[in-house]
């Protein structure tokens, strides 16, 4: 059996993922025009894999795949993709199979498909879809984006405290509207507001009789449906939740979230920390050349002002530079340690800030320690540096001056490392994204002036 057959025998779901091999028979049988070879390739793919799939072909061959796979198209895989790669899809599928995989989608994923087309895109879809899907998400969209609104999903099952078990199950078994995965059943009074939850396995394990308000949890969680999705992903982590009630204003029941959206935001959101704190805003890898360098322009540029603060330095201790060019070598090993140990700092306080570790209640133990740590890292390089430059370059009034430097410039790095982020913080500023900038540019000035300052007092 030839190896392109042996692949078309096998599930690639059996891999757990896409293997290479798997990708790259794709791949050829793409490039080769091997329509019926692609679509056994593809047909038993998940859709999270055939969204992975996607992310790993060039453009030419996403267009070519979806157009070989044609209605055998899984649009569910869309709403797993970022979003440029997403929208680029969605204009090469028709607003008919667009409308009817809308109907099908939960309403969160809808929501998600939907949220960035034009109104007139928008509408167009909507308008071909049945009137009580319709509703639902355009009740979503009415919510701000990253909110606990658009997150939720409407479908969900509710049940009067009077209802026995009994009655429970009947209607969960008869009900053609029920979500396709739920954990618990909500509670609700006559005016819709949520009284309380029963989870499934509760309700499987008690008698038919028994009334819904005997077993229910009325100590639950609720989500108001403007919260920042950030916020409900804290919630969740904080009390350990699977699923919770989405609420309104007044308190009545809008929606459920559950724990495998939460689990996306918190992936989302920690990588746009990362890519922030990179300076690389929003960027995925599927963007273009031009997209991608877009986006890294606006904080490379920030960094050039930051970056002629620290040569304005330099130049102003050019002569001694000129007459000892030993400094000249010497400076970079300062500024860099003092930057990572200043980016340790301010990695380890965004993070904190992030998770609610670092709070108004702990925040001055957090900077003396920090400050601490920072200065005995000082000595102890100061050390090591002293040492090695006064039998490296013969010169130990230079070591003295090169140890002193590194103990006040690690030191000034790691209180700034924590003061920065916690200064944006206060400014209403995300940290996440301004405090490199501002970082770079402090480290490395205080590094030089320390260094060069010292060295021009004592040595020239």
């Given at each position: 059996m030839s190896d392109t057959a042996a692949e078309l025998d096998r599930n690639p779901e059996d891999d757990l993922g896409l293997s290479p091999d798997f990708v790259r028979t794709v791949v050829d049988r793409i490039d080769a025009g091997d329509a019926p070879a692609v679509r056994k390739l593809t047909a038993d793919l998940h859709p999270s894999d055939l969204a992975e799939l996607i992310e790993l072909?060039?453009?030419?061959?996403?267009?070519?795949?979806?157009?070989?796979?044609?209605?055998?198209?899984?649009?569910?895989?869309?709403?797993?993709?970022?979003?440029?790669?997403?929208?680029?899809?969605?204009?090469?599928?028709?607003?008919?199979?667009?409308?009817?995989?809308?109907?099908?989608?939960?309403?969160?994923?809808?929501?998600?498909l939907l949220e960035d087309m034009g109104a007139e895109e928008q509408r167009e879809l909507l308008n071909r879809m049945p009137e009580e899907e319709r509703t639902q998400i355009e009740r979503s969209l009415e919510y701000d984006e990253d909110s606990a609104g658009r997150l939720m999903q409407r479908d969900i099952v509710v049940v009067p405290p009077h209802w026995s078990v009994g009655q429970t199950i009947d209607h969960m078994r008869e009900s053609v509207d029920l979500p396709e995965t739920f954990f618990e059943i909500f509670v609700v009074d006559e005016a819709f507001h949520a009284i309380g939850t029963v989870p499934l396995s509760r309700i499987m394990r008690t008698k038919r009789p028994v009334k819904i308000s005997?077993?229910?949890?009325?100590?639950?969680?609720?989500?108001?449906?403007?919260?920042?999705?950030?916020?409900?992903?804290?919630?969740?982590?904080?009390?350990?939740?699977?699923?919770?009630?989405?609420?309104?204003?007044?308190?009545?029941?809008?929606?459920?979230?559950?724990?495998?959206?939460?689990?996306?935001?918190?992936?989302?959101?920690?990588?746009?920390?990362?890519?922030?704190?990179?300076?690389?805003?929003?960027?995925?890898?599927?963007?273009?050349?031009?997209?991608?360098?877009?986006?890294r322009f606006p904080w490379l540029f920030a960094n050039l002002f930051t970056a002629a603060i620290a040569a304005i330095v330099i130049s102003a201790f050019g002569v001694s530079i000129e007459k000892m060019v030993t400094l000249a070598i010497l400076m970079p090993v300062v500024a860099a340690l003092a930057g990572n140990a200043g980016t340790q700092t301010m990695t380890v306080t965004v993070r904190a800030m992030a998770t609610r570790d670092l709070v108004e209640f702990n925040v001055r133990r957090v900077i003396s320690r920090e400050v601490l740590v920072a200065f005995l890292n000082g000595i102890i390089f100061a050390i090591l540096m002293g040492i090695g430059v006064g039998f490296i370059f013969g010169d130990w009034q230079l070591s003295g001056v090169i140890a002193v430097s590194m103990v006040i410039t690690l030191g000034f790095a790691g209180l700034s490392g924590i003061l920065i982020p916690l200064a944006l913080d206060r400014a209403g500023a995300d940290p996440a994204i301004s405090s490199s900038v501002f970082l770079i540019a402090l480290t490395d000035a205080v590094s030089f002036l320390a260094f060069l300052g010292l060295a021009t007092w004592l040595l020239l």
């Amino acid at each position: 059996m030839s190896d392109t057959a042996a692949e078309l025998d096998r599930n690639p779901e059996d891999d757990l993922g896409l293997s290479p091999d798997f990708v790259r028979t794709v791949v050829d049988r793409i490039d080769a025009g091997d329509a019926p070879a692609v679509r056994k390739l593809t047909a038993d793919l998940h859709p999270s894999d055939l969204a992975e799939l996607i992310e790993l072909l060039r453009p030419d061959e996403r267009r070519t795949l979806v157009a070989i796979l044609g209605p055998d198209f899984d649009l569910v895989a869309l709403s797993e993709l970022d979003e440029g790669l997403r929208d680029e899809l969605l204009s090469h599928i028709g607003p008919g199979r667009v409308a009817e995989a809308l109907a099908d989608l939960d309403t969160d994923d809808a929501v998600y498909l939907l949220e960035d087309m034009g109104a007139e895109e928008q509408r167009e879809l909507l308008n071909r879809m049945p009137e009580e899907e319709r509703t639902q998400i355009e009740r979503s969209l009415e919510y701000d984006e990253d909110s606990a609104g658009r997150l939720m999903q409407r479908d969900i099952v509710v049940v009067p405290p009077h209802w026995s078990v009994g009655q429970t199950i009947d209607h969960m078994r008869e009900s053609v509207d029920l979500p396709e995965t739920f954990f618990e059943i909500f509670v609700v009074d006559e005016a819709f507001h949520a009284i309380g939850t029963v989870p499934l396995s509760r309700i499987m394990r008690t008698k038919r009789p028994v009334k819904i308000s005997d077993i229910m949890d009325m100590d639950q969680t609720l989500i108001p449906a403007a919260m920042d999705q950030e916020e409900v992903a804290y919630q969740f982590e904080k009390y350990n939740l699977v699923s919770a009630a989405v609420v309104d204003e007044e308190e009545r029941l809008v929606g459920m979230v559950t724990v495998d959206d939460v689990v996306e935001v918190i992936q989302e959101e920690a990588g746009e920390d990362i890519r922030r704190l990179a300076g690389v805003g929003d960027e995925a890898l599927t963007d273009t050349v031009i997209q991608t360098a877009r986006s890294r322009f606006p904080w490379l540029f920030a960094n050039l002002f930051t970056a002629a603060i620290a040569a304005i330095v330099i130049s102003a201790f050019g002569v001694s530079i000129e007459k000892m060019v030993t400094l000249a070598i010497l400076m970079p090993v300062v500024a860099a340690l003092a930057g990572n140990a200043g980016t340790q700092t301010m990695t380890v306080t965004v993070r904190a800030m992030a998770t609610r570790d670092l709070v108004e209640f702990n925040v001055r133990r957090v900077i003396s320690r920090e400050v601490l740590v920072a200065f005995l890292n000082g000595i102890i390089f100061a050390i090591l540096m002293g040492i090695g430059v006064g039998f490296i370059f013969g010169d130990w009034q230079l070591s003295g001056v090169i140890a002193v430097s590194m103990v006040i410039t690690l030191g000034f790095a790691g209180l700034s490392g924590i003061l920065i982020p916690l200064a944006l913080d206060r400014a209403g500023a995300d940290p996440a994204i301004s405090s490199s900038v501002f970082l770079i540019a402090l480290t490395d000035a205080v590094s030089f002036l320390a260094f060069l300052g010292l060295a021009t007092w004592l040595l020239l």
